[in-house]
């Protein structure tokens, strides 16, 4: 497939010798508008990669923090086209930061594969990151995805053994989740010299970047983990941030984006703080 934003953002974080930081927020949550204007934000505060979750009423990969972001994305009415329409608006004033949809297959299949795919690539949409269709079943979206220019993100876990490894990285393309902990999204913190030895592991077996994420909060253990991987996913405390600044009634206030913003700022930090030759 031809490079990708991701592709390019990956590389050029790699000519300055550090990692990425990706950041991830709900679509929608706790409303369209405050989504476009965390988007509209986020990269001034220093993420390299965005990832935007399609609302899904049974996340079962995600924690507390992100199911609950997912039930106020839903009860204010997004949709799949919604979060479409969200990249389509973004696209508009930024043509260079790329953007992952995560979620769940059943609203895509709801939408019609073909239909997402090709949605998804007019809107602006750059991969996707699909948690619950296993390579087995590559068909039904990762091919047509590759084929359309979309990148299709895997996931990897600590319990990915060498034997099934190979099988999780074929089709992958743009950059390899390592999920750092077994769990849920936000529910433990993953340990940096054993995230460390996974990386390197997987680096046998792919040149793709590797990003790390799940249990990720500030600057200083996105640091650790970044002097090893060539991403840093923070998710669960991003979310964790909109909620803790809403009113009584759900709803965003004046602190949403700032306290969002501040903390990316900080996270972004941590990842500058790692230099490493740039043919690491």
């Known amino acids: 497939m031809t490079e990708t934003r991701i592709d390019r953002r990956f590389a050029a974080l790699k000519s300055e ?8 927020m709900t679509a929608g949550d706790p409303d369209p508008a405050t989504t476009l204007a965390l988007l509209h934000a986020l990269p001034a505060a220093g993420a390299d990669v965005i990832e935007l979750g399609m609302p899904f009423s049974d996340p079962m990969a995600d924690g507390l923090a992100i199911q609950a972001a997912g039930l106020r994305a839903l009860k204010g009415g997004q949709t799949l086209n919604k979060t479409l329409d969200l ?3 973004f696209r508009k004033s930024d043509d260079a930061t790329p953007i992952v949809l995560m979620g769940y297959y059943n609203p895509i299949y709801s939408h019609g594969s073909e239909a997402f795919v090709r949605d998804a690539k007019a809107a602006g949409v750059d991969g996707l990151i699909i948690v619950d269709l296993p390579p087995e079943a590559d068909d039904e979206l990762c091919i047509p995805a590759l084929a359309a220019g979309l990148n299709f993100i895997r996931l990897a876990t600590p319990t990915t053994d060498d034997q099934r490894l190979p099988m999780v990285l074929r089709n992958t393309s743009g950059f390899v989740y390592y999920v750092s902990i077994n769990g849920i999204t936000g529910s433990a913190a993953p340990d940096a010299s054993r995230v460390a030895e996974s990386v390197a592991r ?13 249990g990720v909060r ?3 253990q996105a640091a650790a983990i970044g002097a ?5 996913v ?9 909620a803790a600044s809403l009113d009584d009634e759900g709803r965003a206030t004046a602190a949403t984006v700032p306290a ?11 990842v500058a703080s790692v230099r490493r030759s740039a043919a690491a």
Do not use: C, Q, W, Y
């Open 17 to 24: 010798g550090r990692p990425a930081l990706v950041t991830f």
């Open 87 to 89: 990249v389509r608006e």
């Open 202 to 214: 997987i680096k046998r077996h792919t040149h793709l970047p590797v990003a790390v994420g799940f």
């Open 218 to 220: 500030t600057a200083e």
């Open 228 to 232: 090893n991987a060539d991403g840093v």
């Open 234 to 242: 923070v998710g669960s405390a991003i979310v964790a941030a909109i």
């Open 260 to 270: 969002v913003v501040n903390l990316v700022s900080s996270l972004a930090s941590g």
